[in-house]
């Protein structure tokens, strides 16, 4: 199992930028596909970013391509997601997993293939 807790986020105002970490704990980070989905209020967690367990491929969702880039340091055992450009419906907790797959080729948008979660950071985006 791993542990995983989430930094940096925080209050922004819209077209700011945010870089949100995941610092990973216990099993070995380099050997799985990263991922960040979000929860805004009265909404199901979505999917936002995925990465290889090499950092060398990663898939966004639509709404967030071109301004968030999600990339891991694997020497530190830490997730990354810088976010730019920032819009008030990027507002959420935002949540870093691991995918439960060692050295995974496929990159997952589903909830269920991440077994290890962090507990959240909260970003809030004002207009």
């Known amino acids: 199992q791993v542990q995983l807790v989430e930094s940096g986020g925080g209050f922004v105002q819209a077209g700011g930028s945010l870089r949100l970490s995941c610092a990973a704990s216990?099993?070995?980070?380099?050997?799985?596909?990263m991922g960040w989905f979000r929860q805004a209020p009265g909404k199901e967690r979505e999917f936002v970013a995925a990465?290889?367990?090499?950092?060398?491929?990663?898939i966004y969702i639509d709404s967030v391509k071109g301004r968030f880039t999600i990339s891991r340091d694997n020497a530190k055992s830490t997730l990354y997601l810088q976010m730019n450009s920032l819009k008030a419906e990027d507002t959420a907790v935002y949540y870093c997993?691991?995918?439960?797959?060692?050295?995974?080729?496929?990159?997952?948008?589903?909830?269920?293939?991440?077994?290890?979660w962090g507990q959240g950071t909260q970003v809030t985006v004002s207009t």
């Open positions: 997993a691991a995918d439960s797959t060692s050295h995974s080729i496929t990159l997952s948008d589903k909830e269920y293939d991440y077994h290890s």
């Open positions: 216990g099993r070995t980070f380099s050997n799985y596909a």
């Open positions: 990465i290889t367990w090499c950092g060398f491929n990663a």
